[in-house]
């Protein structure tokens, strides 16, 4: 520990002085025993009343500023088209091959919506049965814990809402979600019909 210069006073040495200045100094038991200072005499307080206070009333219970956001469910409204399991499962080992993938990360909603239209008609003219549709992460996570899940992505969200539009519905057969080779829950398996 450094020594402080003893002819060097503090940057503070003036707050100090001014607080020291007004602050009544303790007695020490040396001036009480020579009687110098009187003691105080201890002050009676008058006795007290008990006062009995109504009781609270009761507050009605507070409701929420706003209530917990809650993501739509696309699906809630929308006739489920899931590819058959067994079909699912065949594309998920490899055994049946993938003929087009399209990848809308990065994209806004209007821009991955087009891609989608455009990418689903080509690939269905051209005779194609299995696409796989990248969206993106499947689940958002708070400060990359796991526990703090909170939504899913947009698009994610708004990819069974876009296939069930009247331009593309003739032509999905049915979606699930790919396996996790393929992307996991950020991708989709997209069957097509024949034409």
């Known amino acids: 520990m450094s020594k402080r210069d003893p002819k060097r006073l503090p940057h503070d040495f003036h707050l100090w002085t001014a607080v020291a200045s007004t602050i009544d100094p303790l007695r020490r038991k040396g001036l009480l025993k020579m009687g110098n200072?009187?003691?105080p005499l201890p002050v009676e307080e008058p006795p007290s009343v008990a006062v009995t206070k109504a009781p609270p009333k009761r507050q009605a219970p507070r409701k929420p500023?706003?209530?917990?956001y809650q993501a739509p469910l696309p699906s809630a409204n929308l006739p489920e088209r899931a590819v058959d399991p067994a079909i699912r499962?065949?594309?998920g080992r490899g055994r049946i091959e993938i003929d087009g993938r399209i990848d809308l990360?990065?994209?806004?909603?209007?821009?991955?919506?087009?891609?989608l239209h455009g990418f689903?008609?080509?690939r269905f003219n051209r005779g194609d049965r299995t696409v796989l549709v990248i969206t993106g992460k499947g689940l958002k996570t708070d400060n990359d814990y796991i526990a703090a899940m909170t939504e899913r992505g947009v698009l994610r969200t708004m990819l069974p809402i876009w296939l069930n539009e009247p331009s593309l519905s003739p032509m999905v057969s049915g979606w699930s979600v790919a396996a996790r080779g393929h992307g996991g829950e950020g991708a989709w398996y997209v069957r097509l019909r024949r034409l």
């Open 37 to 39: 200072v009187p003691l």
């Open 89 to 91: 499962k065949k594309v």
């Open 105 to 115: 990360h990065g994209m806004t909603q209007n821009e991955a919506r087009s891609a």
């Open 65 to 68: 500023f706003l209530p917990p």
């Open 120 to 122: 689903i008609h080509a």
